[in-house]
C-alpha cells in the first residue's frame, strides 16, 4: 500500500461519478420521451486487500446501469389497457350510431311510423279520395326512406369500422415484425450485469404497450430477448426472433369432421351476414334434394347456443346440393365436393360433422402460410365473449362494433321493417281498390319453382310465415262489372291436399290451382320465378280472403316491396296507379264497393295490434310495431352509457397503474437535480483525493533532495 493506491482509489471515484453523472444527465434529457425508464448506475465496492491493520479497499466500481422498471405492474397496466381501448373505440363509435336513433327532435322512425298511421285513417274517412291516396303515398315515401336511410348509415358505419381493422392489422404486423428483431439485437448486444441493451429493452416495452392497446396479449419473458408474445387465446405472435401475421381476410368457410367421417364435401354459401353460422350435424345422411339428407342444427355463437322454432324445438336445416340451396339468416347455404360447388358429395355426413360459414371479413392468425385460425372477436347470445378469440383492444372494439352491436341493431332493424312488410301487405293483399286488376305480377320470386313454398329451399323471402288454408280469387265481367265466379284455388291435383299446404305445393302448383280454377278468364304463369295473373278478354279480377298469406308472401296485390330495411320501397305497380291502393275488400256478395274503408281501418287498427316479430338477439316476441322500435332506440341508447361506464372505469384502473410505474421508472427531475449534485461533490472530493495523493508524493520526493 502506497500513496500510488491513493490515486487508484481517486481515479475509480472519478470514473464511478462521471458514470452516475453521465446516467443523470441522461435521464434529464429524456425526461419527455415516451417510453424512457429511469436509469441508475450500480456502483460497487472493488476488491479489498489483506493488510494490517486489516482489510483495505482498493476504490469503487461502475458495475451497470440498471433501468428501472416493473415487470408486474406493467403486465396489469397492459391487461388494462386492452380493455380500456376496447370500450374506448366502442364508446366513440357508438356515441355517432346513438344520434341516428335519437328521437329527441321528433323527426324519427315513431313520427313517420304515426303519420302513416295516420294518413290510412284519413283514407278510412274518404275511401274514395285521390287527395287522401296521395297523402298516403308522401307518407309511406318518408319512412321507407328513413328506413333505408338507417341502414345505409349503419352499413357505411361498418365499412368505416373495416377499414380501421385493416390499419390496425396493418400496425400489429409492424409490431410484431419489429419486437421480433429487437429480441434479435437484444440476445446480441445484451450481457446481464455487464452490458445491458437499455435503450433495446425500453423500445420493446413501449412497442408491446402499443401492441397491447390493439389486442389483447400474453407476456411471457425468459430473459433477454427471448420472451414470447401471445394472445390471451393462446395464439404465438412473436417466439424469440420469430414473428406470426395475422390477416383480415374476406368470407371463408371451414369444415370440422368427427373422426370417424368420411364425407369428402365442403360448405358453400353466398350472401353476407353480420353473423358467423354454425352447422352441427345431428342426422346422419347425405347431401341429397330428396329424403335422406342430413340434418343440422344452426348456431350464430359458435355452438354456444343453437336457433330455436317458435315451439322451442332445436331449428334443423337439411343438407342440400346446389340446385336446393337452404336460406338461413341472409346466405344461402349448400353443399359441393371440394373441386366442384356445382356438384354434390357422394359420401354421407356424420353425426357431429360441423360447418362454419363466416359471410364477412374476419381476423385470421396464421401459423404458417396453410395453416390459420380465426380469432375474430364474439360475443355469444348470452352477452359473453368468446375466449377463444381477441377479447381486448382496439380490434376487439371495431368487430364489436361491426358485428355484435351494428350487427345486432341491423337485425332489429330488418326485423321491424319484416313485420311492418308483412302485417301490411297482409291486410291489403285480401283487399280491394277503386279499381279491378287486368293483371298482376308478384314481386317476391322463389329460388326454384318445384320445391315447396314453405321450405327453407324455396328461397321465398316470407315462406316460413305461409300457412295451410285457403285462398280466393274473384273474377268479373270487364263491362258490366258483374261478378263472374269466385272460389278457393283448387290443388285438387294432389289427393287430399285440396287446399294450399306451404310444405307440399311449389309455385308450379299455386299457378297450376288458378289455371284450373279460373281456366276460363284467367292465366297464371311463372315469369323469372314469380308468379302472374292476367285476366282474359273480357274479365277483371280482385283477390279475396287468404288464410294461407299466399298472396302476400308471393307479392299479389301487396303495399310493401322488400324484406328488410335495405330492400323497403312502395309497390311500384301501385304506385303507378294510386286505385290499386285498397282501402275496401270484396264482401260476402263478391262486390268491391267504392265507399268500402275494411282495409283501410285494419291498417289502422294495425298501429296498436301486437304482432309477433322475430330477430336474433330477442327470439319471437309479441307487441306494437312502435314499442319494438322504441326498445331497440333504449337498447342504443343503453349500449351507448355503457360502454361510456366501462371505458371510464377500465381508463382509471390503467391511469393507475400508469402512475405507478412511472413512480418506478419515471424520471423526477427534482430527484435527479439532487443527484447531480451529490455526484457533483463526489466527483470533487475524488478529484480532492487525487490532488492530496499528489502533495503527498510532492512532499516525499522533497525529502530525497
Not at 425 to 447: C, E, F
Request: aromatic share 8%; hydrophobic share 35%.
Amino acid at each position: 500500500m502506497g500513496i500510488t493506491s491513493l490515486l487508484s482509489l481517486g481515479q475509480s471515484g472519478l470514473f464511478a461519478s462521471q458514470a452516475s453523472l453521465q446516467t443523470v444527465g441522461n435521464n434529464i434529457a429524456n425526461v419527455n420521451t415516451e417510453g424512457y425508464r429511469r436509469r441508475t448506475v450500480r456502483l460497487e465496492e472493488s476488491m479489498s486487500l489483506n493488510y494490517a491493520p486489516g482489510q483495505i479497499g482498493t476504490g469503487v466500481t461502475a458495475a451497470e446501469v440498471q433501468r428501472s422498471f416493473d415487470k408486474f405492474i406493467e403486465s396489469t397496466y397492459n391487461d388494462k389497457a386492452s380493455l380500456r381501448e376496447r370500450w374506448g373505440t366502442l364508446y366513440e363509435e357508438l356515441r355517432a350510431l346513438d344520434s341516428l336513433f335519437s328521437e329527441a327532435n321528433q323527426d324519427g322512425v315513431n313520427k313517420a311510423l304515426s303519420q302513416f298511421f295516420a294518413a290510412w285513417n284519413d283514407l278510412a274517412a274518404t275511401p274514395d279520395s285521390y287527395p287522401a291516396r296521395e297523402a298516403l303515398l308522401a307518407q309511406t315515401q318518408t319512412i321507407v326512406s328513413l328506413l333505408n336511410s338507417a341502414d345505409a348509415q349503419m352499413q357505411a358505419l361498418q365499412q368505416q369500422a373495416d377499414n380501421y381493422i385493416q390499419q390496425d392489422v396493418t400496425r400489429v404486423n409492424e409490431i410484431v415484425k419489429s419486437i421480433a428483431e429487437i429480441n434479435r439485437q437484444i440476445n446480441e448486444q445484451d450481457v446481464p450485469g455487464v452490458n445491458n441493451a437499455n435503450e433495446l429493452y425500453d423500445r420493446r416495452d413501449l412497442l408491446v404497450r402499443e401492441l397491447a392497446e390493439k389486442m389483447d396479449i400474453r407476456y411471457i419473458d425468459n430473459g433477454g430477448g427471448n420472451i414470447t408474445v401471445l394472445t390471451q387465446a393462446g395464439q404465438t405472435l412473436v417466439d424469440r426472433d420469430v414473428a406470426y401475421e395475422i390477416r383480415f381476410e374476406n368470407p371463408r368457410s371451414f369444415t370440422d369432421l368427427v373422426p370417424n367421417s368420411t364425407f369428402d364435401g365442403q360448405v358453400y354459401f353466398s350472401g353476407s351476414d353480420d353473423f358467423e353460422y354454425t352447422f352441427q350435424v345431428v342426422q346422419g345422411g347425405g347431401v341429397t334434394s330428396g329424403a335422406g339428407a342430413a340434418m343440422m342444427k344452426v348456431s350464430l355463437d359458435g355452438g354456444k347456443t343453437w336457433m330455436k322454432n317458435e315451439d322451442g324445438t332445436d331449428y334443423l336445416v337439411s343438407a342440400r346440393p346446389e340446385d336446393g340451396k337452404i336460406t338461413v339468416g341472409n346466405v344461402k347455404i349448400w353443399f359441393g365436393t371440394a373441386s366442384d360447388p356445382a356438384s354434390a358429395p357422394t359420401t354421407g355426413m356424420a353425426v357431429g360433422d360441423t360447418f362454419t360459414v363466416v359471410p364477412k371479413k374476419g381476423l385470421y392468425w396464421y401459423q404458417n402460410t396453410s395453416t390459420c385460425e380465426n380469432i375474430t372477436p364474439q360475443i355469444s347470445l348470452s352477452g359473453q365473449d368468446n375466449t377463444r378469440r381477441l377479447v381486448g383492444g382496439t380490434l376487439t372494439g371495431y368487430f364489436n362494433f361491426r358485428d355484435d352491436y351494428i350487427g345486432d341493431y341491423r337485425d332489429k332493424l330488418d326485423s321491424f321493417a319484416q313485420a311492418l312488410i308483412w302485417e301490411t301487405n297482409r291486410i291489403h293483399s285480401q283487399g280491394a281498390g277503386l279499381a279491378h286488376h287486368g293483371g298482376i305480377t308478384g314481386t317476391y320470386a322463389v329460388d326454384s319453382d318445384v320445391v315447396a313454398l314453405g321450405s327453407d329451399a324455396s328461397g321465398l323471402a316470407y315462406g316460413n310465415r305461409l300457412a295451410a288454408g285457403s285462398a280466393k280469387l274473384y273474377v268479373y265481367d270487364a263491362t258490366t262489372g258483374a261478378l263472374v265466379s269466385n272460389a278457393s284455388l283448387d290443388f285438387s291435383a294432389a289427393p287430399g291436399l285440396q287446399g294450399f299446404d306451404p310444405s307440399q305445393h311449389t309455385l308450379e302448383d299455386v299457378r297450376d290451382a288458378i289455371n284450373r280454377s279460373f281456366g276460363g278468364s284467367l292465366t297464371a304463369s311463372i315469369v323469372n320465378h314469380r308468379l302472374q295473373i292476367t285476366a282474359n278478354s273480357g274479365y277483371t279480377f280482385e283477390m279475396g280472403e287468404d288464410t294461407t298469406g299466399l298472396w302476400a308472401a308471393l307479392g299479389v296485390n301487396t303495399f310493401f316491396d322488400g324484406s328488410d330495411a335495405r330492400s323497403l320501397s312502395f309497390n311500384s305497380g301501385i304506385q303507378q296507379n294510386l286505385a290499386h291502393i285498397n282501402a275496401g275488400h270484396v264482401n260476402g256478395a263478391g262486390e268491391a264497393n267504392t265507399g268500402d274503408n275494411t282495409s283501410a281501418l285494419a291498417m289502422t287498427h294495425l298501429s296498436s295490434k301486437k304482432v309477433s316479430i322475430t330477430s336474433v338477439h330477442s327470439g319471437t316476441v309479441s307487441t306494437t310495431l312502435s314499442s319494438f322500435y322504441n326498445s331497440l332506440v333504449a337498447e342504443v341508447g343503453g349500449d351507448t352509457e355503457r360502454a361510456s361506464f366501462n371505458f371510464i372505469y377500465q381508463k382509471a384502473l390503467a391511469d393507475d397503474l400508469d402512475r405507478r410505474q412511472q413512480e418506478v421508472s419515471g424520471v423526477n427531475l427534482d430527484e435527479e437535480m439532487s443527484d447531480m449534485i451529490k455526484f457533483q461533490h463526489s466527483y470533487t472530493a475524488a478529484a480532492k483525493l487525487i490532488t492530496t495523493a499528489d502533495q503527498m508524493m510532492q512532499t516525499l520526493l522533497g525529502l530525497k533532495q
